[in-house]
T-cell receptor, first 111, second 116 residues
Framework: QQQVKQSPQSLIVQKGGISIINCAYENTAFDYFPWYQQFPGKGPALLIAIRPDVSEKKEGRFTISFNKSAKQFSLHIMDSQPGDSATYFCAAKTGANNLFFGTGTRLTVIP | GAVVSQHPSWVICKSGTSVKIECRSLDFQATTMFWYRQFPKQSLMLMATSNEGSKATYEQGVEKDKFLINHASLTLSTLTVTSAHPEDSSFYIC????????????FGPGTRLTVL
């Protein structure tokens, strides 16, 4: 059973556009929701994370929107750049427990 | 801060041989480290949780006799793939959990294993 569902599987965005990736979860005990960025042949790198007591967190061009009642959270990349082309994974966990990853979204930003 | 290294970054070995991959937390101590496997265009699959000074906890379906994990110190965990076969070829990634705060996991750069 997939603990965290992620969509879309792939996304193509024009340079300067907004990239939006969505995730949904079922376990209401999750209390930490990070997003990871992974380039080919590299390990995932923490991009931004949110806890369920806030509805939005912004860091530079990256924003997480969190909807606790709908059990959904999304990553918005503003002014998308070709250098943002990578695979993005959402994840969730409870306390010090294991991370549950989404299936990943391959983002391509075309010039 | 919070840097995790892996060595080697890639390795090619012959079928039947064993390969050891090291995972080090460079600037923090990690009681717990994790080992993941990733197939092309797929998500990370947790293989095992490595705890310093105790036996690793393996996920269902992961052969513990094939994937030996040793967490000998607070900064080093090793994964040994024993009697490797071509189907073991994959991208192996470790992470180390930072104790405190949100108990973040910081990931290593990964090791590409190719078994001929």
């Amino acid at each position: 059973q997939q603990q965290v569902k992620q969509s879309p599987q792939s996304l193509i965005v024009q340079k300067g556009g907004i990239s939006i990736i969505n995730c949904a979860y079922e376990n209401t005990a999750f209390d930490y929701f990070p997003w990871y960025q992974q380039f080919p042949g590299k390990g995932p790198a923490l991009l931004i994370a949110i806890r369920p007591d806030v509805s939005e967190k912004k860091e530079g061009r990256f924003t997480i929107s969190f909807n606790k009642s709908a059990k959904q959270f999304s990553l918005h990349i503003m002014d998308s750049q070709p250098g943002d082309s990578a695979t993005y994974f959402c994840a969730a966990k409870t306390g010090a427990n294991n991370l549950f990853f989404g299936t990943g979204t391959r983002l391509t930003v075309i010039p | 801060g919070a840097v995790v290294s892996q060595h080697p970054s890639w390795v090619i070995c012959k079928s039947g041989t064993s390969v050891k991959i090291e995972c080090r937390s460079l600037d923090f101590q990690a009681t717990t480290m994790f080992w993941y496997r990733q197939f092309p265009k797929q998500s990370l699959m947790l293989m095992a949780t490595s705890n310093e000074g105790s036996k690793a906890t393996y996920e269902q379906g992961v052969e513990k006799d094939k994937f030996l994990i040793n967490h000998a110190s607070l900064t080093l965990s090793t994964l040994t793939v024993t009697s490797a076969h071509p189907e073991d070829s994959s991208f192996y990634i470790c992470s180390a959990r930072f104790e405190g705060g949100y108990n973040e996991q910081f990931f290593g750069p990964g090791t590409r294993l190719t078994v001929l």
